[in-house]
């Protein structure tokens, strides 16, 4: 079975601060990508940040990036430079190079403390 | 930008009525799925779509659903006997492969 885990239901960070999601996966599969989705009160999913497996080299996104450790399956989102508008619920998720879903965690619910 | 869209975005129901929600993909996506969120709970898995036929589905659709792309650009769940358990928000989304899904904003079905 397909599992992703997000061990911190809610974390909160200072403005301007960095903080670290953390997920992890299980999957025997190989060629697969990974991603960080976020929910904001709107409930509305925006995808933050895309690693595909076969990549050693870790995504970015401007105050987004990931530290993506294929072998341990761990998959974690670093924030810097937190803003307000960064409060939202995140969620990792993953596909199969050749699935038909997405599996998501649980998600972290983040606040920006002003 | 490309979005995709969702209608209503809200929508009452009595128990036991069929409901439909409508969805319209980005137009050159080949992928679409329905995943729902019960509320302030995990993202679950509906059903998957592609090349006019269901590619996966969940154990939760089951016979009360059922998915249809009528012409070409909209994408409809249809739940044909509403239960109390079926309120949540429901997200459709669709990919240009099998990568990156975008997000609809979502339907808030709440059944009475």
């Known amino acids: 079975a397909q599992t992703v885990t997000q061990s911190q239901p809610e974390m909160s960070v200072q403005e301007a601060e960095t903080v670290t999601l953390s997920c992890t996966y299980d999957?025997?599969?190989?060629?697969?990508?990974l991603f960080w989705y976020k929910q904001p009160p709107s409930r509305q999913m925006i995808l933050v940040i895309r690693?595909?497996?076969?990549?050693?080299q870790n995504a970015t996104e401007n105050r987004f990036s990931v530290n993506f450790q294929k072998a341990a399956k761990s998959f974690s989102l670093k924030i810097s430079d937190s803003q307000l508008g960064d409060t939202a619920m995140y969620f990792c998720?993953?596909?199969?190079?050749?699935?038909?879903?997405?599996?998501f965690g649980t998600g972290t619910s983040l606040t920006v403390i002003p | 930008e490309p979005e995709v869209t969702q209608t209503p975005s809200h929508q009452v129901t009595q128990m036991g009525q069929e409901v439909i929600l409508r969805c319209v993909p980005i137009?050159?996506?080949?992928?679409f799925y329905w995943y729902r969120q019960i509320l302030g709970q995990k993202v679950e898995f509906l059903v998957s779509?592609?090349?006019?036929?269901?590619?996966?589905k969940s154990e939760i659709f089951d016979d009360q659903f059922s998915v249809e792309r009528p012409d070409g650009s909209n994408f409809t769940l249809k739940i044909r006997s509403t239960k109390l358990e079926d309120s949540a928000m429901y997200f459709c989304?669709?990919?240009?492969?099998?990568?990156?899904?975008?997000f609809g904003q979502g339907t808030r079905l709440t059944v009475v």
């Open positions: 989304a669709s990919s240009e492969m099998n990568t990156e899904a975008f």
């Open positions: 999957t025997s599969e190989n060629n697969y990508y």
């Open positions: 690693q595909e497996a076969y990549k050693q």
């Open positions: 998720a993953f596909i199969f190079a050749t699935g038909n879903q997405f599996y």
């Open positions: 137009s050159n996506h080949l992928y």
């Open positions: 779509f592609y090349n006019n036929e269901i590619s996966e």
